[in-house]
């Protein structure tokens, strides 16, 4: 698939990957708290746009519920 016909999200993988070639120390450093924590980017790019929306939604009414009870 040329760079023209890839998908966003091959598009991140390929950029992320291209960023652990270039920065190896660092890199590893990052490894080890994504892999005990997760990533961000990771659970958003396999969310899509409408997973991502509903997470979004779902942490406001969250906080919505959690101010109105702790008054």
């Given amino acids: 698939m040329g760079k023209g016909k890839e ?30 924590n997760g990533s961000l980017a990771d659970l958003v790019g396999g969310l899509g746009w409408k997973g991502t929306g509903i997470l979004i939604l779902v942490i406001l009414l969250g906080f919505i519920i959690y101010a109105v009870f702790s008054r």
């Fill in 7 to 36: 998908t966003p999200e091959e598009r991140r993988e390929r950029l992320r990957q291209q960023g652990w070639k270039d920065n190896q120390t660092g890199n590893l450093n990052d490894s080890l708290n994504r892999g005990a």
